[in-house]
Nanobody, 121 residues
């Protein structure tokens, strides 16, 4: 499976963006798809995840209530709707896949090229 994130860009504080992660191969129902982000000089951090089979979602406290992760089985994509963005959300956003839920990026694989989100004041 290859993953490709897209949808990043420049947005003003308080604005919204929708990211998409397209998978080139089949995503099995046992898979968990996750979004992570990495700001300059910082570790890659967990943002949100979704179980492909059940649709159960998980969020980091920092984005809960502002971000929504969803899946589109027909298109084999995972989306991240980001609202009420702040400059602290500025980072490169990546999607990854795992079989066992974790908020540690080391537990995920199949990272694709990330997409840059820049939130201006």
């Amino acid at each position: 499976v290859q993953l490709q994130a897209s949808g990043g860009g420049l947005v003003q504080s308080g604005g919204s963006l929708r990211l998409s992660c397209a998978a080139s191969g089949r995503i099995f129902s046992s898979s968990i798809m996750g979004w992570f982000r990495q700001a300059p000089g910082k570790e890659r951090e967990f943002v949100a995840a979704i179980r492909w089979g059940t649709g159960r979602t998980y969020y980091a406290d920092s984005v809960k209530g502002r971000f929504t992760i969803s899946k589109d089985g027909a298109k084999n994509t995972v989306n991240l709707q980001m609202n009420s963005l702040t400059p602290e959300d500025t980072a490169v956003y990546y999607c990854g896949k795992t079989t066992y839920y974790s908020t540690d990026h080391a537990g995920y694989g199949f990272w694709g090229q990330g997409t840059l989100v820049t939130v201006s004041t």
